[in-house]
């Protein structure tokens, strides 16, 4: 579509000021979020969250996000149990966090879009019972500093991965690895093990 180029102008200031009112909006809608949660949800010095951001904390989630971090737009954190994020950590566009119990990610930690990270799946051992009525099996995740989920990427309940560690996109990790695993497939395995420094880094499995 050709633009006169006398409306160019006023677009471009039309388009500025919708994304300046739009992050004004966000931004305010954060601030009364941590007015109404207090210390239930704690957000770092310099941590940048994009709009379109999906908070659903319930009565007794916590959220705790580090310093200097990033949570990109879209991204969903469902947080019934406690949600720990460190420094530097960047949640990817579109990616859900759900938490009965705890996740814990590491300091430097890259989540590419559309990472799913759930602490709990569904039972379904009584085939006379609808699946919804059957409740969950909940366990921990723990993410260690300066690992890399690639797009796609799930984390079933249970999994600890090492620091290090780099997932390829759309694996899903079912089991924890120690640290510098390069993992990928489905269910996620070992294709590389990078040299980790055991000095530097603890294994976590």
């Not at 996000?65 to 969903?76: D, K, N």
Request: aromatic share 6%; charged share 25%.
């Amino acid at each position: 579509m050709n633009i006169p180029a006398p409306m160019v102008p006023v677009i471009t200031g039309i388009a500025y000021w919708d994304r300046r009112v739009a992050a004004w909006r966000d931004r305010a809608q954060l601030m009364l979020l941590q007015a109404e949660l207090g210390d239930r949800l704690t957000i770092g010095e310099g941590t940048r969250v994009e709009r379109g951001v999906i908070w659903r904390i319930g009565s007794t989630g916590r959220v705790r996000v580090g310093e200097m971090s990033t949570i990109r737009t879209g991204a969903e954190l469902k947080v019934d149990g406690k949600l720990t994020i460190g420094k530097r950590v960047l949640i990817g566009a579109w990616s859900t966090l759900s938490v009965f119990e705890e996740v814990i990610i590491g300091d430097d930690c890259l989540l590419a879009e559309r990472v799913s990270i759930r602490d709990h799946d569904h039972r379904f051992e009584h085939p006379d019972v609808p699946v919804a009525d059957q409740g969950y099996r909940v366990s921990t995740i723990r993410l260690g500093n300066n690992v890399w989920l690639g797009a796609g990427v799930t984390l079933l309940k249970g999994v600890s991965l090492g620091d290090g560690c780099v997932v390829g996109a759309n694996a899903v990790v079912t089991r924890s690895f120690p640290a510098g695993c390069v993992l990928a497939g489905v269910p996620a395995r070992v294709i590389q093990q990078l040299p980790i420094d055991e000095r530097s880094y603890a294994c976590t499995d």
